[in-house]
């Protein structure tokens, strides 16, 4: 057998090399869908009026303002989150390096986990990705969410580096779980069980 052929079936059929690759392309495609869903999702539900007979309400201004941008909801967002001065061309650009990767990994994933390897920008797209995820989420947080808190006076200075978005932190999560050391990946359940009693009703079994 030709070597290279053969240290490709090797990597494929090993599952010390085939496992951690499967899941590094699993989580990245969630995160993306993630970062899909933030982009979207937060401006739609910002022209949210509520429910009637026929079910959600939209804004007729959703139509107008956001999806008459173009054909694309994520494109279209985009480009009103640049407007509206939440991202700017830099991150659109970061958008598509990330969405390349995205695409690799779903559209060719036997290849990469197995003969291919990860793609060789990978740490770095994933890290780009988080990244921008973060920023869309805390604008979010900062423009919208806290000025209209009842318990927010406006005279206090917002923390941005100390914010913490939930999808950020399952993402965290997610690859710190997944991917870290044994010790790190059972830190969180460890904890968990601590707090909730759960190590201490194994014990008395």
Avoid at 81 to 108: M, Q, T
Avoid at 149 to 173: C, R, W, Y
Wanted: one cysteine or more; hydrophobic letters at 40%; aromatic letters at 10%.
């Amino acid at each position: 057998m030709d070597p290279k052929a053969q240290q490709s079936w090797e990597e494929f059929l090993n599952p010390e090399v085939m496992r951690p690759r499967l899941i590094a392309a699993s989580i990245y495609i969630a995160g993306f869908e993630a970062l899909k869903g933030s982009i979207i999702n937060r401006i739609r539900d910002f022209y949210w009026v509520g429910f009637d007979e026929s079910g959600e309400q939209i804004d007729p201004k959703y139509a107008n303002e956001v999806l008459t941008r173009n054909r694309s909801p994520v494109y279209a967002s985009l480009d009103w989150l640049r407007e509206s001065e939440a991202i700017d061309g830099s991150d659109i650009e970061v958008f598509e390096r990330v969405k390349r990767c995205r695409n690799r990994l779903a559209h060719d994933l036997l290849s990469v986990v197995g003969t291919e390897g990860l793609p060789a920008d990978f740490d770095q797209s994933l890290a780009d990705m988080v990244a921008l995820l973060r920023k869309v989420e805390v604008w979010w947080i900062v423009n919208v969410e806290i000025p209209v808190d009842p318990d927010f006076d406006g005279t206090e200075e917002i923390d941005e580096a100390g914010i913490l978005p939930g999808p950020v932190m399952n993402m965290q999560l997610l690859m710190e779980i997944a991917l870290g050391d044994e010790e790190q990946s059972r830190f969180y359940y460890e904890e968990f069980r601590k707090k909730t009693g759960g190590g201490n009703r194994e014990s008395q079994t």
